[in-house]
């Protein structure tokens, strides 16, 4: 019976739990859930009121959603706000992914604390302008597994959005865990009041994921969540030529390196190719991916973004993949992406921010 909602055991006619008259009236006599409607308190849950106050001075909210996990998702939250936060924009990244948390490690924060003042729990902050919260902070053990229900989850997120002092941000990034179950439903309930800006969907090329994404779009016109775009992640295998290792395949199925070999070869006999960049189609995209996925739902595409082997090392390091030229193929379409996102959902903040490079 939470936010008011009628329980699907109710008798015909039902008032409703928030109702004055809930557990009182005639229609409730005989519902199994009489005397806890009786005796629960009414009206709005007084937590949304504190959520509203601590919302109140941030100015964006925006919720990062994927159909599937491992489509890099946390991924792109992560670059998302190291580019936000190069523009000299206040940015607060939320993790709610409750079970799986991995922002901390993807922004180089393993082993941080979260403190308490007398204004309430502070995030850990990367830089002086991109504070992180995370479930990750609060285990005692990197490696314990969080198996709560969803009641439990719930509490802890709206804890996050209640109890942490974000202060003056321009950006609340919020990584969702992959689907569409308790913790989704709860952050735009709990946020619905205060102004979410919208959602960004990342997905994978191939059929298997965008079948979930269908979904998570599903899901965002069900309860009212703009999308403010898809980003198509992992969209073909692209690297420099002399970044591969080469192999000679037996018979037998065993292999000897020759890459030192090739590389020799390409630079006495064409050494036009060391520049090359290899691209493979590692997802079959042949149904015509997000793109065409996007056109049929009716929401903006926003990029591809290559596998770059050079972005998920930045992601272990938790570094930000902007910091150098070493994602040579990632960070470019990532800025694209966030570049494009910026004019159509945020034309007044450009007047103020930096550039990427």
């Not at 003042?117 to 990197?142: C, Q």
Request: glycine residues 8%; contains cysteine; charged residues 25%.
């Amino acid at each position: 019976m939470e936010n008011g909602e009628i329980p699907e055991n109710a008798n015909e006619h039902c008032p409703g739990p928030d109702s004055e008259s809930a557990g009182k009236s005639d229609a409730c006599q005989g519902c199994p859930n009489q005397q806890v409607c009786a005796t629960a308190p009414k009206g709005p849950d007084p937590d949304l009121v504190a959520i509203a106050e601590r919302m109140a001075t941030v100015k964006h909210k925006i919720l990062v959603l994927s159909g599937k996990g491992g489509v890099g998702k946390s991924t792109f939250s992560t670059q998302l706000s190291f580019a936000l936060a190069a523009k000299d924009l206040q940015v607060g990244l939320l993790d709610i992914d409750i079970c799986g948390p991995s922002i901390p490690k993807m922004l180089g924060l393993e082993g941080q604390d979260i403190h308490q003042s007398n204004l309430g729990w502070s995030p850990v902050y990367v830089e002086s302008n991109l504070g992180v919260m995370s479930i990750g902070f609060m285990l005692p053990n990197p490696d314990e597994a969080v198996i709560w229900r969803g009641p439990r989850k719930n509490g802890l997120i709206k804890q996050f959005l209640k109890d942490v002092y974000w202060g003056d941000f321009d950006f609340l990034v919020v990584d969702a865990p992959p689907g569409t179950s308790d913790e989704h439903i709860s952050i735009v309930q709990f946020l619905q009041n205060t102004g979410i800006d919208g959602a960004i969907i990342v997905t994978t090329p191939q059929q298997v994921s965008l079948i979930d994404v269908r979904k998570e779009v599903s899901f965002c016109k069900k309860v009212g969540l703009p999308v403010l775009g898809v980003v198509e992640n992992m969209s073909g295998l692209c690297q420099l030529l002399t970044d591969f290792r080469f192999l000679r395949m037996t018979e037998n199925g065993e292999h000897t390196d020759v890459t030192e070999k090739v590389i020799e070869y390409m630079r006495e006999k064409a050494p036009e190719m060391l520049d090359l960049v290899a691209v493979s189609e590692v997802f079959d995209s042949s149904a015509g991916g997000a793109e065409k996925m996007c056109r049929e739902m009716g929401v903006p595409f926003l990029g591809k973004v290559p596998l770059d082997p050079q972005l998920c090392k930045a992601a272990e390091e938790g570094k930000s993949c902007f910091a150098d030229q070493k994602c040579g193929v990632s960070a470019p379409a990532l800025k694209i992406i966030i570049e494009k996102l910026m004019t159509n959902c945020w034309p007044e903040e450009m007047s103020v921010e930096h550039s990427l490079e």
